[in-house]
């Protein structure tokens, strides 16, 4: 076992989240609608947390939205709310609240204390997928680095049930306080060991992307909303066996496989991990790492599911975070995915409308993916000047390179070498610099 995946069941062991959720049976789901907030965004808001709390296998009995004014500091809504919210859990016997708004620790423990049942909110659940879903050295330390940042201001809440509740002795400070004091170092330590071998690892993977990026190959990175189709596009155009489920958060840890386009040009194709509205910021930070695979890519194919009917949503939501890691200045194609569910056309002639220079595919069906592959060398193509090159006889070594990054497009051999006309990237501008013609 790994020592992140230690810290990780570690952590697990210490909040009982596995032995809690064996325990969970009846889920009631609150939603929060904001007076920025229409009741159709609340609505949807919730169903997606309904999607996010059905992956980690809890029954949901029931569900139901707040109209919010003001957020009450000690409970986050109302006293009459909870009230009535209380009243509901006993009534159904829910053994689980989940709300859809971050609650604050304080927040997390009144619940707590007032319900006598668990209690927790939408970053818990999102925290959970990934520690389930992670799959690498990296995805694994960074979860579990994202759980104990999350957790550690919330020990009380642990002990709440435990030896805290019983009281201490005749000291000065109680059985459960130093046992509470004991957990934090506990963590902390375990946050800095974490931190510590995460960046080795992050150490690890620039090295191997400093290799593969001086190799001239041009690189593409797919982005968008969780379940939008990354996997499936990646599985369908480079027939790779990456794992495309119909499911939020499927793919955590990148993909890389090689595309090949048409005349003999291809490039390194990446599947990155989807993005989600109120995605935790902690988790943000925690797969900055692998979240550069879009930052350091020459373009990236932003795929959206035109089915969802929060499709605008979820397309500033990826774009929002492409900002957040610095990638949105990166070319890209705008992609809409899913064709084939749509029932009607109203929706593809209104986004053409909307997106002028969009592709419409389908990865299920093919359709439409050599429109996207014709887009991808035009792009990349376009950001590469024109060259002429005159390579000598015995310097055919070069000539290998040059044919490596696909950008040859027309090749001859004279007496005074071979004559390449092509478009390269530019970091091999320090290789063809002296045979250019």
């Known amino acids: 076992m790994g020592a992140g995946l230690f810290y990780l069941n570690q952590i697990f062991q210490l909040f009982d989240l596995e032995e809690n959720r064996k325990k969970v049976q009846r889920a009631l789901l609150i939603g929060i609608q904001t007076q920025r907030m229409t009741r159709q965004e609340s609505e949807y808001m919730l169903e997606e947390l309904s999607e996010l709390t059905v992956n980690l296998d809890i029954p949901i009995v029931d569900r139901m939205i707040v109209k919010l004014r003001q957020p009450n500091p000690a409970f986050l809504v109302g006293t009459g709310k909870l009230a009535e919210i209380i009243a509901i859990i006993q009534e159904q016997k829910i053994d689980v609240v989940i ?34 879903r992670a799959q690498t050295k990296e995805a694994v330390l960074q979860v579990a680095l994202a759980r104990m940042e999350y957790s550690l201001p919330r020990l009380t809440r642990a002990w709440t049930h435990l030896s805290r509740q019983r009281g201490g002795g005749t000291g000065a400070r109680g ?68 794992l495309a489920e119909d499911k939020l958060f499927a793919t955590l840890d990148p993909t890389t496989r090689r595309l090949d386009l048409d005349n003999s040009q291809h490039v390194l194709l990446t599947d990155t991990v989807g993005f989600v509205r109120r995605l935790p910021h902690r988790l943000v930070d925690a797969f900055k790492a692998t979240l550069e695979e879009a930052v350091v890519a020459d373009l990236l ?8 009917p929060e499709l605008e949503s979820h397309y500033e939501t990826t774009e929002a975070v492409l900002a957040e890691i610095g990638a949105d200045k990166n070319p890209k194609i705008i992609v809409f995915n899913k064709v084939d569910c749509l029932e009607n056309g109203e929706s593809m002639e209104r986004l053409t409308l909307l997106y002028p220079d969009a592709i419409f595919i389908s990865a299920a069906t093919g359709e439409g993916l050599d429109v996207l592959k014709t887009r991808i060398a ?19 070594d070069i000539v290998s390179k040059l044919h490596a990054t696909g950008g040859i497009q027309n090749q001859s051999t004279e007496d005074d070498g071979v004559h390449i006309e092509g478009r390269f990237p530019a970091s091999i501008d320090g290789l063809i610099e002296p045979f250019r013609n």
């Open 99 to 132: 709300f859809d708004e971050e609650l604050t620790p304080a927040q997390q423990r009144n619940w707590e204390r007032e319900s006598k049942i668990c209690v927790i909110d939408r970053q818990e659940v999102i925290i959970d997928i990934f520690s389930e």
């Open 175 to 242: 059985q459960g306080e130093t046992q509470l004091e004991a957990d934090r170092r506990m963590v902390n330590d375990r946050i800095a060991n974490v931190k510590k071998e995460l960046k080795e690892v992050i150490r690890h993977r620039h090295v191997q992307r400093a290799k593969r990026l001086r190799k001239p190959v041009p690189t593409v990175s797919i982005v968008g909303y969780t379940n939008a189709g990354k996997s499936s596009l990646l599985n369908t155009l480079t027939d790779a066996d990456a």
């Open 301 to 308: 194919i932003h795929l959206i599911d035109i089915s969802n």
């Open 378 to 396: 035009e792009k990349l193509n376009a950001m590469l000047r024109l060259t002429t090159l005159v390579i000598p006889h015995d310097r055919y």
